[in-house]
């Protein structure tokens, strides 16, 4: 069997670390402030490392990743741990993309571990239309980012695949007029809503049915920028983006599990308590600037062909040795790590 220890992680803008895509590829001075934060380059690489290195992850998926697939691998060769191979799925006129990366030198996996199927051509990914205020009108939407696929192989065991999402950002970081903000606040719920059902109904349900497919185990994990229950605006759209990609209770069988509730204890679950597993905070400018807790980064898996093959998920606040990650590596991300044990029989 092999036991893998699988990381999801926002880590906010890594694009700032570079040079311009124009230029050579590599870091920016050391010295030099970040665009998106008060910290240094230098400040962001050593923080981002160093969260990696203590956690010690085989696979990670992460979301805001640079522009181009040579500046990942340029990062994950100086984490200063292990040999990894990487990849990025690019989208035109994106600076957030999502890349993946696999530690190479544990004999954890085949050669090739990692193979990534382009999705630039793919046109379950093209701009799609959808109904999703019940109206019987369907609106057009797109992916700002496009999703990442790929497979991964392990050294024992089948390999599985990996779906990598970073849905439409539902914040609002300004303070509006009452009615302005409620129309903004409604549009980015339309769109988190129409990428997550189209995404269920043109991914995930054919890829869990087909018999191309159905037997090759997936996560589908990102930043979905959704929880779960519905919010004022949800409940005028009568949909959460986050159960639509789960899939439909009347189809059971092909729901996808949700590794972080799955550890909650089983008072939480019962209770629908979800605060202990919360992914982000940020200060809402419409209450005072008061900081909102959020748990909108998840991994899903198949249940099918293999049972209970996603285990032991975290949301990684502290680091293994106890250390505070908002203390320890405060230049980190606006994100924590989600963390699962993979275990392929």
């Known amino acids: 069997?092999?036991?893998?220890?699988?990381?999801?992680?926002?880590?906010?803008?890594?694009?700032?670390?570079f040079t311009k895509d124009d230029q050579a590829v590599q870091f920016l001075p050391d010295g030099e402030?970040?665009?998106?934060?008060?910290?240094?380059?230098?400040?962001?690489?050593?923080?981002?490392?160093?969260v990696l290195r203590e956690l010690d992850p085989d696979v990670v998926v992460i979301v805001e990743g640079p522009s181009r697939r040579e500046e990942l691998q340029l990062f994950f060769d100086n984490i200063g741990q292990g040999r990894w191979v990487s990849d990025l799925q690019p989208s035109p006129g994106q600076t957030q993309n999502i890349g993946i990366a696999v530690r190479t030198d544990t004999g954890k996996f085949k050669d090739p571990a990692l193979r990534r199927m382009?999705?630039?051509?793919?046109?379950?990914?093209?701009?799609?239309?959808?109904?999703?205020?019940?109206?019987e009108i369907k609106e057009q939407h797109r992916f700002e980012r496009r999703p990442l696929y790929a497979e991964i192989n392990p050294a024992q065991g089948t390999a599985f695949r990996i779906l990598g999402l970073h849905l439409k950002s539902k914040g609002i970081f300004d303070a509006y007029e009452w009615s302005k903000w409620w129309e903004m606040a409604d549009a980015n719920r339309k769109k988190i809503l129409g990428q997550a059902t189209h995404i269920h109904d043109s991914f995930i349900m054919p890829y869990l049915t087909d018999k191309e497919t159905k037997k090759i185990p997936l996560i589908v994990c990102g930043d979905i920028n959704d929880g779960p229950g519905l919010d004022a605006s949800e409940k005028r759209l009568h949909g959460s983006g986050i159960e639509?990609?789960?899939?439909?209770?009347?189809?059971?069988?092909?729901?996808?599990?949700?590794?972080?509730?799955?550890?909650l204890k089983p008072k939480e679950q019962k209770a629908l308590d979800f605060s202990t597993i919360y992914t982000t905070s940020y200060k809402d400018p419409i209450f005072n600037n008061v900081y909102q807790k959020d748990w909108i980064d998840h991994i899903l898996y198949s249940r099918s062909p293999l049972a209970n093959w996603v285990r032991s998920a975290k949301v990684n606040r502290d680091l293994p040795g106890g250390a505070s990650?908002?203390?320890?590596?405060?230049?980190?991300?606006?994100?924590?790590?989600?963390?699962?044990?993979?275990?392929m029989g």
């Open 1 to 17: 069997m092999s036991n893998l220890k699988f990381v999801l992680w926002n880590v906010e803008w890594m694009n700032d670390l």
């Open 33 to 50: 402030k970040t665009a998106h934060s008060s910290a240094t380059v230098k400040q962001r690489r050593d923080d981002l490392s160093g």
């Open 325 to 343: 990650i908002g203390t320890k590596y405060k230049h980190s991300s606006d994100h924590y790590p989600v963390s699962v044990e993979v275990i």
């Open 244 to 263: 639509r990609l789960m899939g439909n209770i009347w189809q059971p069988e092909q729901c996808l599990g949700n590794a972080l509730f799955d550890a």
């Open 118 to 135: 382009e999705t630039k051509d793919d046109s379950r990914f093209n701009p799609f239309l959808v109904d999703t205020d019940n109206d």
